[in-house]
């Protein structure tokens, strides 16, 4: 079973400031296997990367995703009102799709 | 769309069935997975189903106790948790997978549905 470790548990940033989000795996994974959901208070989750650096559709290209092997990083380039929510990696490419234990984007 | 079922109160001992109609696409054509989410916590994957013939796979952790259906000619999936401990309080979600290559993400989700284990 992969193991996913987010970190930090909480970002403290201002609007118009980078975020920068890590995913470690605890075995090397392939990136095409690799998601992230943003989810906010009362709604449920909702895919913004998949395939470790595809954006899904409606995305703005202030969300990237990279990474390779056991690190994954999600980056948004400047923080807009609407990004600050907690955001999960997960792995899907084997059973049990597992998640990460989520980072908060909290306003500063 | 997926639609939830309505909240639910259970005592400790007991078994909840939550329901999830999807709509908007051939129900048979995607695999749907349970996901949920106690208070405060982070998502924990429950288990796969394939509509088209109705296998399974659970998590390690809940076998025995979830049994996942699906009623194809009203595309409706079905989560049933028995042996209900106070520990499965949490908001349930249906998540429908979309493949591309190999296994896929989950690009639609239901609202979610609150079960609360209370005595």
């Known amino acids: 079973e992969v193991v996913l470790t987010q970190s930090p548990g909480t970002l403290s940033l201002s609007p118009g400031e980078r975020a920068t989000l890590s995913c470690r795996a605890s075995?090397?994974?392939?990136?095409?296997?690799l998601g992230w959901y943003q989810q906010k208070p009362g709604q449920p989750p909702r895919v913004i990367i998949y395939?470790?650096?595809s954006r899904a559709t409606g995305i703005p290209d202030r969300f990237s995703g990279g990474g390779s092997g056991t690190d994954f990083t999600l980056t948004i380039s400047r923080l807009e009102p609407e990004d600050f929510a907690v955001y999960h990696c997960?792995?899907?490419?084997?059973?049990?799709?597992?998640f990460g234990q989520g980072t908060k984007v909290e306003i500063k | 769309q997926l639609v939830q079922s309505g909240a639910e109160v259970k005592k400790p001992g007991a078994s909840v069935k939550v329901s999830c109609k999807a709509s908007?696409?051939?129900?048979?054509?995607?695999?749907l997975h349970w996901v949920r989410q106690a208070p405060g916590q982070g998502l924990e994957w429950m288990g796969i189903?394939?509509?088209?013939?109705?296998?399974?796979t659970n998590a390690p952790k809940l076998q025995g106790r979830l049994t996942m259906t699906g009623d194809t000619p009203t595309g409706t999936a079905f989560m049933e948790l028995s042996s209900l401990r106070y520990e499965d309080t949490a908001v349930y979600y249906c998540?429908?997978?979309?493949?591309?290559?190999?296994?896929?993400?989950?690009?639609?989700w239901g609202r979610g549905t609150l079960v609360t284990v209370s005595s």
């Open positions: 997960q792995y899907y490419g084997s059973s049990p799709r597992t």
């Open positions: 189903m394939n509509p088209d013939d109705g296998r399974t």
């Open positions: 075995q090397g994974v392939s990136a095409s296997y």
């Open positions: 998540a429908r997978e979309y493949r591309i290559l190999g296994n896929g993400y989950f690009d639609l």
């Open positions: 908007g696409y051939t129900f048979a054509n995607f695999y």
């Open positions: 395939g470790g650096s």
